[in-house]
């Protein structure tokens, strides 16, 4: 399998700032030839790369006042190995998290999934959320975490995902956020996923349905948003002026037959 990614932004930075960006394809076993370029007045700013959990890789650049560019492309051929098992993982992704309060929709997810377990429970999480949440483009705000997206009933991908993970904690079972390029994803854009662990492996779970999961491709892996954001900024206020992201995959988009465990790959 070969993907093809892009990723665009510019930025507008209102004084010295510290950026991280969280655009490159996640460290694995597939091949990939890539290139970064993060410049401010037409000159290229130093980069510098730090790797976190599960392969994702942050770029952190100091920018001075003024226009930022940033530009990703990836090419990656073939596929990753499958997403280890560590037991502390499977520890810290029963927690609540931030905008994952597991601990606050512990009733909820008895009442409606309770007894369930496996790929059952799994089909149900996806089924549940796709009919109790409404994929809705800027209704949802930065602070707004599983309890609220349930309460408001729409959102987008990461309220998806958020709801999907505090549901899935909630009923001891680990789950997490994946940040991933999705081929075929409508409108285009970053993605959010989760990951849930069941029948001794990771799988993905995406109740929006907006793209087949055996294309994605990990950016960024942690306990919710907090972890996953493509862009964190500091000491400074930055404004996001555009955006673009692409996703490719050569060939026939594959159809996601939901049937189907798949793994982040």
């Known amino acids: 399998m070969r993907r093809s990614v892009h990723a665009g932004l510019e930025l507008d930075v209102a004084g010295p700032a510290l950026l991280a960006l969280a655009v490159a394809v996640a460290d694995g076993a597939h091949h990939r030839t890539e290139t970064l370029s993060i410049t401010q007045g037409g000159r290229p700013l130093d980069v510098v790369e730090l790797t976190g959990p599960h392969g994702s890789r942050l770029h952190q650049v100091q920018a001075a006042a003024g226009r930022v560019s940033v530009v990703y492309d990836a090419t990656v051929d073939g596929v990753d190995d499958p997403p280890p098992v560590d037991p502390l993982d499977l520890l810290t992704y029963l927690r609540p998290s931030r905008y994952a309060e597991s601990d606050r929709i512990i009733g909820l997810a008895d009442a409606e999934l ?118 964190s900024t500091y000491h400074a206020w930055v404004t996001l002026l555009t955006y673009e992201v692409r996703a490719v995959v050569d060939g026939d988009l594959p159809v996601d037959d939901r049937s189907t465990l798949v793994q982040l790959r």
Not at 121 to 138: E, F, I, K, N, Q
Not at 167 to 182: E, F, G, K, M, S
Request: charged residues 15%; proline residues 6%; aromatic residues 6%.
């Open 114 to 231: 309770g007894g369930l377990s496996g790929r059952s429970l799994l089909d149900a999480v996806t089924a549940w959320v796709g009919s109790h949440v409404r994929y809705v483009p800027g209704t949802s705000g930065p602070t707004d975490g599983a309890s609220q997206t349930v309460l408001g009933g729409q959102g987008v991908c990461r309220d998806f995902a958020h709801v999907t993970v505090g549901l899935l904690r909630a009923l001891d079972v680990p789950a997490r956020t994946a940040a991933v390029y999705a081929p075929g994803l409508s409108p285009m854009d970053f993605h959010a996923v989760a990951e849930a662990y069941v029948e001794g492996a990771w799988h993905v779970v995406d109740p929006t349905l907006l793209a087949p999961r055996s294309t994605m491709l990990r950016i960024s892996t942690g306990r919710d948003a907090a972890d996953t954001a493509f862009l």
